[in-house]
């Protein structure tokens, strides 16, 4: 059974930092896209970073470019995202997702994780 954990959520003022964690269990994700969308209540799901599977080429949504990096780790099957100078605006749900492929904004990923909430205090 395919799993993807995510930890590391919380609250934290605004100019603070957090690190997520992905943890994948029941298969390797070392060829496949892995990355990081967020939810805020009212509002639809979005992409917020991406790691390609084998040349880790990473992409953000622009928003957060310059404040989010995206890192994986393939013997851990892992991923992470390091947030830096968090805004009220970044507060949302935080999910992980997997795909077969390469790293596309949709939601149209294969596998996703329970979500980790991230509250940005003003």
């Known amino acids: 059974q395919v799993q993807l954990v995510e930890s590391g959520g919380g609250l934290v003022q605004a100019g603070g930092s957090l690190r997520l964690s992905c943890a994948a269990s029941g298969r390797t994700f070392s060829s496949s896209a892995m990355a990081w969308f967020r939810q805020a209540p009212g509002k639809e799901r979005e992409f917020v970073a991406g790691?390609?599977?084998?040349?880790?080429?990473?992409y953000y949504t622009d928003s957060v470019k310059g404040r989010f990096t995206i890192s994986s780790d393939s013997a851990k099957n892992e991923v992470y995202l390091q947030m830096n100078s968090l805004k009220p605006e970044d507060t949302a749900v935080y999910y992980c997702a997997a795909r077969d492929g390469g790293v596309v904004t949709r939601a149209t990923y294969n596998y996703w994780g329970q979500g980790t909430q991230v509250t940005v205090s003003s």
């Open positions: 790691i390609a599977g084998r040349s880790r080429g990473t």
